[in-house]
């Protein structure tokens, strides 16, 4: 046996059984004859066994899960020529059999066309508890490899695993309680299908700095240093405007500084400008906030304020030239923001997200 954990007695609970008596309806409650072998410790996260009742769902199974198919293999990706997909079903007790029977329609469909395929099967629950994932492909390989990549991004919460018959099954914890869960799968499937990388040319997708930096500033109305200045003088304006100094301190210990710029290490910006963020500065509690960042030659500067842009601060911007250029200018080295804002209309800020 490999060392791939399994439940102990070897049961496997996401490998098809052509004995078993558990069937669904598509998306309804499971209907065991009888029960279901309990996992290590997961006694309490299944459901109760109800009492025996006749197989008479099967066809009902078979049908819903060609429809799922169908639409999974008409929204799948192709990645370097395997098509790939996520699938995440309705949760019901006990359907580790449903994703076994999505599986074997996936095989039916794709293996005639002799395309390689690869998809992530899942069934998240509504309650706290372990969920089945089953990766199935046209390669063992495939799936055993997009199983490690899983493991990797579900890290402590893969409660068993195993490559079995050439898919890959799984109970992972919680799955479905977290905004990155789906994207997550999505990630391990089309990493997993990329074809092995040439160390001399950039894979699909890479962008490098220059083109990064070109993206960013075309999203920016960027200003220059005497407008900066000009700004942070202006008492007329509709929005506070703040100068956020983001190098290290090292560098401005080195390069000197503007007294009265807030200073924001890089490494921070993101959570002390995001207006739903707990750590959030008090002043970012608006999303019309005008926030001007400031580098030493304004090529942080300038991803730094997309970032912030991303956060939905769009009045956000950099200075040209960064605090070189505002030397050069000959501006001074203490500013005062004399904004004085409105309220925004009588409310007290945007909600802190818990």
Known sequence: MSNHSQPEGGQRPWVSNSNSSRTSSSYGDVIPRHGYPALDGADEERSTPRSPSPDNLGPIRERVAQTIVLRATRDAELVDGTKIGVVLTLPYSAGEEFLNTIASELKRVLAPRQHPYLFVLAQPQPQPGLSPVLICSSAAALAERAGILVRAKF??????????????GALVRDLGTRTFDEPALWDAARKAARAPLDPLDPPPGARSVAQLLAHARARLQRISPRAAFAELQDRALLWPV???????????????????????????LEWRFDPRCAYRLPIADRYDLRVIVICQESYTSSLAAAALHDLGLLNATDVVGGYAAWKEAGLPDEVEMASSAPPTDGRLSVPVEA
């Open 242 to 268: 703040v100068l956020v100094d983001i190098r290290p301190e090292a560098q401005r210990r080195a390069c000197g500084g503007i007294a009265g710029a807030l200073v924001v290490e890089r490494n921070v």
């Open 155 to 168: 890290a402590g919460r893969v409660a068993q695993h195993d490559l079995v018959h050439g898919r890959w």
